[in-house]
């Protein structure tokens, strides 16, 4: 199968990685990849910037830039992840703004009660912490311009199954219609498949609402770590999306999508 863009790559430039950048690279123009995003962790929470700290992006730039010229074959994106970004737009922006990324994720990781839903939970989130998860999501795409929402459901990583989202579906229904009016792509997240639940991330039902709303923006990423995690379940999230009626991925070319392709 054909090889076209991760849009979600961790390296040690993020707080939970070691892994380097030329490793993903070379792995990648291997396999034949098209585009790569390194998305590294930028956490504007003081909670969350204590235990991951503030990559220096000038370095950050610096080496996509030095593996671009070393790898003409595939283009290399710098990006950011953002968590919690409208919480802290003020402080994020001023340290962004001197190097604007490619690629702007906003996710969630800290929530407003102080636990982290993207790490294994000791307890499984009530029917009102989840619509707090969804809420927080919701107030993210309405307060900042990002281009990807990333790992929506990303609380479910470690569970066997998905909770019952009925109870949120008024969150859901807002959420997607948020993503189409502000021009947002949802990102397919694959870790899921490495994990417990062994799904896509958000749940494919969340999937098929935004596509039945005329959602268009998919944008695809491995959430990798280690590069033994890049690529490791690419063809099967791929065969899902397709199962989805999915036939194309959006990439960002400068300041508008273009399509590829699956």
Same mark, same amino acid.
């Given at each position: %199968?054909?090889?076209?863009? /991760?849009?979600?790559?961790?390296?040690?430039?993020?707080?939970? =990685? =070691? @892994?380097? %950048?030329a490793?993903y690279?070379?792995?990648?123009?291997?396999?034949?990849?098209?585009?790569?995003?390194?998305?590294?962790?930028?956490?504007?929470?003081?909670? @969350?910037?204590a235990?991951?700290?503030?990559? &220096? #992006?000038?370095?950050?730039?610096? /080496?996509?830039?030095?593996?671009?010229?070393?790898?003409?074959?595939?283009k290399?994106?710098?990006?950011?992840?953002?968590?919690?970004?409208?919480r802290?737009?003020?402080?994020?922006d001023?340290?962004?703004?001197?190097? &604007? &990324?490619? !690629?702007?994720?906003?996710?969630?990781?800290a %929530?407003?009660?102080?636990?982290? !839903?993207?790490?294994?939970l000791?307890?499984?989130?009530?029917?009102?912490e989840?619509?707090?998860?969804?809420?927080?999501?919701?107030? #993210?795409?309405?307060?900042?311009?990002i281009?990807?929402?990333?790992?929506?459901?990303?609380?479910?990583?470690? #569970?066997?199954?998905?909770?019952?989202?009925?109870?949120?579906?008024?969150h859901?229904?807002?959420?997607?219609?948020?993503?189409?009016?502000?021009?947002?792509?949802?990102?397919?997240?694959? =870790?899921?498949?490495?994990?417990?639940i062994?799904?896509?991330?958000?749940?494919p039902?969340?999937?098929? %609402?935004y596509?039945?709303?005329?959602?268009?923006?998919?944008?695809?990423?491995?959430?990798?770590?280690?590069?033994?995690?890049?690529?490791?379940?690419?063809?099967?999230a791929?065969?899902?999306?397709?199962?989805?009626?999915?036939?194309?991925?959006? !990439?960002?070319?400068?300041?508008?999508?273009?399509?590829?392709?699956?």
């Amino acid at each position: %199968m054909k090889r076209q863009i /991760d849009y979600h790559i961790h390296t040690d430039f993020s707080g939970d =990685s =070691s @892994e380097k %950048m030329a490793n993903y690279v070379q792995k990648a123009v291997e396999l034949g990849y098209e585009e790569l995003a390194f998305t590294e962790h930028f956490e504007s929470d003081p909670q @969350e910037i204590a235990d991951y700290g503030i990559p &220096p #992006l000038r370095l950050l730039v610096r /080496d996509i830039n030095k593996l671009q010229l070393e790898y003409p074959a595939i283009k290399l994106k710098y990006g950011l992840e953002i968590g919690e970004y409208h919480r802290n737009q003020v402080f994020a922006d001023s340290i962004i703004s001197k190097y &604007p &990324p490619d !690629v702007k994720i906003g996710s969630i990781h800290a %929530m407003p009660g102080g636990y982290n !839903v993207s790490v294994p939970l000791k307890f499984k989130l009530t029917d009102k912490e989840m619509k707090l998860y969804y809420e927080e999501n919701i107030y #993210l795409l309405e307060s900042v311009k990002i281009d990807i929402l990333g790992h929506l459901g990303i609380y479910a990583r470690f #569970l066997k199954n998905w909770p019952d989202l009925s109870g949120s579906k008024a969150h859901l229904e807002k959420l997607t219609d948020l993503l189409i009016k502000t021009d947002t792509a949802l990102e397919i997240n694959t =870790s899921g498949l490495r994990n417990t639940i062994e799904s896509l991330i958000p749940d494919p039902q969340v999937i098929l %609402m935004y596509l039945k709303k005329g959602g268009k923006l998919l944008t695809l990423g491995s959430d990798s770590h280690t590069v033994n995690d890049f690529d490791k379940v690419y063809n099967r999230a791929i065969n899902i999306l397709k199962d989805c009626s999915v036939s194309e991925i959006a !990439v960002k070319e400068k300041n508008n999508w273009a399509f590829r392709k699956i």
